[in-house]
């Protein structure tokens, strides 16, 4: 898989942040469904991609 090779040692790492954009998705949907402020949420969605 090319991203174990380029990720290395990293790929637990990736996989955490992964996981946790994943869990933080789930609760932007639900936001959205809501109609309620999503954006501390897609905020943090945001800085996670950058990591």
Do not use: F, P, W
Not at 11 to 26: G, M, P, S, Y
Not at 33 to 45: H, P, Q
């Amino acid at each position: 898989n090319i991203r174990e090779i380029i990720a290395g040692n990293n790929l637990n790492e990736i996989e955490t942040v992964d996981k946790r954009i994943a869990d933080k998705q789930a609760i932007l949907l639900t936001l959205l469904k809501a109609k309620k402020d999503y954006t501390k949420t897609a905020n943090e969605i945001d800085e996670l991609k950058g990591k």
